[in-house]
Protein backbone atom coordinates (compact mmCIF):
# COMPACT_ATOMS: atom_id res chain seq x y z
CA UNK A 1 0.00 0.00 0.00
CA UNK A 2 3.19 2.41 0.52
CA UNK A 3 4.34 1.72 -2.78
CA UNK A 4 7.87 0.28 -1.49
CA UNK A 5 8.34 -3.00 -2.19
CA UNK A 6 11.24 -4.87 -0.58
CA UNK A 7 13.05 -8.23 -2.10
CA UNK A 8 11.54 -11.56 -1.33
CA UNK A 9 14.90 -13.35 -1.75
CA UNK A 10 18.54 -11.70 -1.02
CA UNK A 11 21.98 -12.92 -1.57
CA UNK A 12 25.18 -11.09 -0.20
CA UNK A 13 25.90 -10.15 -4.30
CA UNK A 14 22.13 -8.25 -4.17
CA UNK A 15 23.45 -6.19 -1.24
CA UNK A 16 26.74 -5.29 -2.79
CA UNK A 17 24.99 -4.42 -5.70
CA UNK A 18 22.41 -2.31 -3.74
CA UNK A 19 25.46 -0.59 -1.75
CA UNK A 20 27.09 0.13 -5.11
CA UNK A 21 24.42 2.12 -6.12
CA UNK A 22 23.67 3.66 -3.15
CA UNK A 23 27.31 4.74 -2.80
CA UNK A 24 26.87 6.14 -6.12
CA UNK A 25 23.93 7.61 -5.34
CA UNK A 26 25.85 9.27 -1.95
CA UNK A 27 28.75 10.26 -3.71
CA UNK A 28 26.94 12.96 -5.86
CA UNK A 29 26.92 15.19 -3.06
CA UNK A 30 28.99 16.75 0.03
CA UNK A 31 28.11 16.23 3.72
CA UNK A 32 27.46 20.04 3.89
CA UNK A 33 25.09 19.44 1.01
CA UNK A 34 23.59 16.37 2.45
CA UNK A 35 23.17 18.02 5.59
CA UNK A 36 21.38 20.95 4.09
CA UNK A 37 19.22 18.54 2.28
CA UNK A 38 15.70 19.69 0.68
CA UNK A 39 13.06 18.82 3.36
CA UNK A 40 10.42 15.40 2.01
CA UNK A 41 7.09 16.91 1.81
CA UNK A 42 4.86 13.98 0.46
CA UNK A 43 2.73 12.75 3.16
CA UNK A 44 2.73 9.28 1.76
CA UNK A 45 6.86 9.25 1.28
CA UNK A 46 7.01 10.32 4.91
CA UNK A 47 4.61 7.51 6.44
CA UNK A 48 6.82 4.86 4.34
CA UNK A 49 9.64 5.81 6.01
CA UNK A 50 8.53 6.00 9.29
CA UNK A 51 6.90 2.76 8.63
CA UNK A 52 10.08 1.07 7.55
CA UNK A 53 12.14 2.77 10.49
CA UNK A 54 9.84 0.76 12.74
CA UNK A 55 10.42 -2.05 10.58
CA UNK A 56 14.52 -1.77 11.13
CA UNK A 57 14.68 -3.33 14.14
CA UNK A 58 12.32 -5.97 14.70
CA UNK A 59 13.87 -7.06 10.46
CA UNK A 60 16.91 -7.01 12.15
CA UNK A 61 16.01 -10.01 14.30
CA UNK A 62 13.64 -11.88 12.31
CA UNK A 63 14.89 -11.39 8.76
CA UNK A 64 18.44 -10.10 9.05
CA UNK A 65 18.48 -10.89 5.64
CA UNK A 66 16.39 -8.10 4.21
CA UNK A 67 17.65 -5.37 7.05
CA UNK A 68 20.21 -4.12 5.01
CA UNK A 69 17.69 -3.10 2.02
CA UNK A 70 15.42 -1.37 4.65
CA UNK A 71 17.88 0.51 5.90
CA UNK A 72 18.68 1.44 2.05
CA UNK A 73 15.40 2.02 0.85
CA UNK A 74 15.14 5.01 3.57
CA UNK A 75 18.51 6.36 2.00
CA UNK A 76 17.16 6.33 -1.22
CA UNK A 77 13.61 7.70 -0.68
CA UNK A 78 15.44 10.59 1.40
CA UNK A 79 17.63 11.49 -1.37
CA UNK A 80 15.03 11.40 -4.20
CA UNK A 81 11.95 13.15 -1.84
CA UNK A 82 13.93 15.11 0.83
CA UNK A 83 15.20 14.30 4.57
CA UNK A 84 12.43 13.69 7.16
CA UNK A 85 12.63 12.82 10.93
CA UNK A 86 13.08 8.79 9.60
CA UNK A 87 16.38 9.68 7.82
CA UNK A 88 18.49 9.55 10.51
CA UNK A 89 17.80 5.93 11.27
CA UNK A 90 18.05 5.15 7.41
CA UNK A 91 21.54 6.75 7.37
CA UNK A 92 23.15 5.17 10.59
CA UNK A 93 22.28 1.47 9.01
CA UNK A 94 23.82 1.88 6.63
CA UNK A 95 26.89 3.38 7.79
CA UNK A 96 26.68 0.25 9.70
CA UNK A 97 26.08 -2.25 7.17
CA UNK A 98 29.32 -0.84 5.32
CA UNK A 99 31.13 -1.09 8.56
CA UNK A 100 30.05 -4.91 9.17
CA UNK A 101 30.88 -5.58 5.16
CA UNK A 102 35.08 -4.14 5.81
CA UNK A 103 34.31 -0.52 4.64
CA UNK A 104 34.77 1.11 7.75
CA UNK A 105 35.64 4.84 5.91
CA UNK A 106 32.24 5.44 4.34
CA UNK A 107 30.51 3.31 7.77
CA UNK A 108 31.97 6.03 9.73
CA UNK A 109 31.40 8.80 7.65
CA UNK A 110 26.96 7.95 7.17
CA UNK A 111 27.08 6.83 10.64
CA UNK A 112 27.83 9.85 11.70
CA UNK A 113 25.88 12.12 9.46
CA UNK A 114 22.89 9.62 10.61
CA UNK A 115 23.71 11.22 14.32
CA UNK A 116 24.44 14.80 13.04
CA UNK A 117 21.24 14.73 10.98
CA UNK A 118 19.27 14.39 14.58
CA UNK A 119 19.91 17.79 15.45
CA UNK A 120 18.41 19.11 12.31
CA UNK A 121 15.43 16.81 11.05
CA UNK A 122 15.82 14.27 13.53
CA UNK A 123 12.46 12.70 15.42
CA UNK A 124 12.74 11.79 19.30
CA UNK A 125 10.85 8.69 18.39
CA UNK A 126 14.14 6.98 16.55
CA UNK A 127 16.92 9.30 18.26
CA UNK A 128 17.76 6.19 20.44
CA UNK A 129 18.26 3.54 17.93
CA UNK A 130 20.23 6.15 15.81
CA UNK A 131 22.39 6.83 18.72
CA UNK A 132 22.96 3.03 19.28
CA UNK A 133 23.67 2.38 15.91
CA UNK A 134 25.81 4.59 15.13
CA UNK A 135 27.67 4.55 18.22
CA UNK A 136 28.67 0.78 17.22
CA UNK A 137 30.73 2.35 14.38
CA UNK A 138 32.29 5.17 16.48
CA UNK A 139 33.88 2.46 19.16
CA UNK A 140 35.79 1.19 16.35
CA UNK A 141 36.93 4.58 15.33
CA UNK A 142 37.31 6.47 18.42
CA UNK A 143 38.28 5.65 21.45
CA UNK A 144 35.44 3.59 23.43
CA UNK A 145 36.16 5.11 26.79
CA UNK A 146 34.71 8.36 24.67
CA UNK A 147 32.22 7.04 22.81
CA UNK A 148 30.99 4.31 25.16
CA UNK A 149 28.79 7.65 27.05
CA UNK A 150 27.17 7.44 24.01
CA UNK A 151 24.89 4.86 25.10
CA UNK A 152 23.85 6.18 27.99
CA UNK A 153 22.46 9.20 25.88
CA UNK A 154 20.55 6.97 24.12
CA UNK A 155 19.23 4.93 27.07
CA UNK A 156 18.38 8.18 28.30
CA UNK A 157 16.78 9.39 24.70
CA UNK A 158 15.30 6.22 24.27
CA UNK A 159 13.52 5.84 27.76
CA UNK A 160 11.68 9.54 27.10
CA UNK A 161 10.30 8.17 23.83
CA UNK A 162 8.80 5.00 25.21
CA UNK A 163 11.06 2.85 23.33
CA UNK A 164 11.85 0.08 26.11
CA UNK A 165 14.03 -2.26 23.51
CA UNK A 166 16.53 0.11 22.72
CA UNK A 167 16.61 1.58 25.91
CA UNK A 168 17.49 -1.79 27.38
CA UNK A 169 20.23 -2.18 24.58
CA UNK A 170 21.81 1.05 24.91
CA UNK A 171 22.36 -0.01 28.30
CA UNK A 172 23.59 -3.37 28.49
CA UNK A 173 26.47 -2.38 25.33
CA UNK A 174 27.32 0.88 27.99
CA UNK A 175 27.67 -1.59 31.14
CA UNK A 176 29.96 -4.71 29.15
CA UNK A 177 32.09 -1.88 27.66
CA UNK A 178 32.97 -0.08 31.12
CA UNK A 179 34.17 -3.70 31.85
CA UNK A 180 36.15 -3.98 28.48
CA UNK A 181 37.76 -0.39 28.83
CA UNK A 182 38.97 -1.03 31.91
CA UNK A 183 36.80 0.80 34.67
CA UNK A 184 37.58 -0.67 37.91
CA UNK A 185 35.72 -3.32 39.14
CA UNK A 186 33.79 -2.01 42.16
CA UNK A 187 32.47 0.45 39.33
CA UNK A 188 31.41 -2.46 37.15
CA UNK A 189 29.70 -4.27 39.65
CA UNK A 190 27.79 -1.10 40.79
CA UNK A 191 26.72 -0.70 37.06
CA UNK A 192 26.05 -3.96 36.48
CA UNK A 193 24.08 -4.16 39.04
CA UNK A 194 22.32 -0.97 38.32
CA UNK A 195 21.53 -2.42 35.05
CA UNK A 196 20.31 -5.64 35.93
CA UNK A 197 17.96 -3.86 38.30
CA UNK A 198 16.65 -1.52 34.93
CA UNK A 199 16.02 -5.02 33.09
CA UNK A 200 14.45 -6.66 35.97
CA UNK A 201 12.16 -3.19 36.38
CA UNK A 202 11.34 -3.85 32.54
CA UNK A 203 10.96 -7.51 32.91
CA UNK A 204 8.44 -7.25 35.42
CA UNK A 205 6.63 -4.36 33.58
CA UNK A 206 5.83 -6.03 30.36
Known amino acids: KLGQP ?3 S ?3 ADIDSCIEQTLFMLNQYSDRVLMNYKRMTDSSKI ?3 KFLARLETPCGMARPDLQPF ?3 KKVHLSLSH ?3 PFSPVGFAHFGA ?3 RRGNIPDGYRYSKMGKNLLSVIGSKEV ?3 VICVSTHVFCFVEPVQSTNEFYQEGHKTAMAAGDMIIAMVNIIIHSVNCFWIGSSLPTVRKIFESTRYLLE ?3 NAT
Do not use: I
Open 6 to 8: LPE
Open 10 to 12: TSD
Open 47 to 49: KAM
Open 70 to 72: VAM
Open 82 to 84: GMC
Open 97 to 99: LLA
Open 127 to 129: AGE
Open 201 to 203: QQS
